[in-house]
């Protein structure tokens, strides 16, 4: 019964924070969603039984691709501050 609860806990995690990831309004804020989103869905192939996809998922899903989303939101944000400050140019 302790599983069935945790599995369905974890689905509804899940379905909660890939649907933040879609309707954020902020990107940071989003991306920050999508690495939370690859983390449990690595404990999810962990309760499947499946440690190597759950292993690839966090390293690549949750680590390395939220580091480049973050690098890629840093580098939106200082695109959008420099327009600002420079004035007179196209919004």
């Keep these: 019964m302790a599983e ?11 379905l909660v924070t890939a649907g933040s990831v ?17 983390l449990l869905m690595a404990l ?6 499946a440690p190597d996809v759950a292993l690839a998922e966090a390293a690549i899903g949750a680590g390395l691709t939220g580091v480049l989303l973050l690098d890629a939101a840093r580098h939106l944000s ?3 501050s ?3 400050n420079r004035g007179g140019g196209p919004s």
């Design 22 to 38: 879609l309707w954020s309004r902020e990107l940071f804020r989003a991306v920050v969603f999508f690495i939370a989103f690859g």
């Design 44 to 49: 999810a192939w962990v309760r499947l039984h």
């Design 4 to 14: 069935w609860l945790l599995d369905i806990v974890l689905v509804i995690a899940l």
């Design 82 to 84: 420099g327009r600002k």
């Design 78 to 80: 200082n695109r959008k």
